[in-house]
């Protein structure tokens, strides 16, 4: 499966971005996804993951209550609403498949196989 990531860019703190990210080669139903984020000089850490049909969710401490994952399978799509951004939060993101029996999600990175190119958030006034 091939990932593809938009929907970066600068936006203010205390702003909203939503990131996109659409799954081709195979019907994203079929994977668990997930999205990562890597600031400079730091190692990729995890933001939040779903289910291949979205029954079960789950996020990072540092943005659960603000990020918003989900996923539109009939447009093999999944996003990211980020709200109340903070400067922290500005990384590249990537979007992550693995293909997964039903309603099981992942949170590290070796457990996915299949990675998108990122997108770049900043976060800055």
């Known amino acids: 499966v091939q990932l593809q990531a938009s929907g970066g860019g600068l936006v203010q703190p205390g702003g909203s971005l939503r990131l996109a990210c659409v799954a081709s080669?195979?019907?994203?139903?079929?994977?668990?996804m997930g999205w990562f984020r890597q600031a400079p000089e730091k190692e990729r850490e995890f933001v939040a993951a779903?289910?291949?049909?979205?029954?079960?969710?789950y996020y990072s401490d540092s943005v659960k209550g603000r990020f918003t994952i989900s996923r539109d399978n009939a447009k093999n799509s999944v996003y990211l609403l980020m709200n109340s951004l903070k400067p922290e939060d500005t990384a590249v993101y990537y979007c992550?498949?693995?293909?997964?029996?039903?309603?099981?999600?992942?949170?590290?990175?070796?457990?996915?196989?299949?990675w998108g190119q990122g997108t770049q958030v900043t976060v800055s006034s």
């Open positions: 080669g195979r019907p994203g139903s079929d994977y668990a």
């Open positions: 779903i289910s291949r049909v979205g029954t079960k969710t």
């Open positions: 992550a498949a693995r293909l997964a029996v039903t309603g099981s999600y992942y949170y590290t990175a070796l457990q996915y196989s299949y």
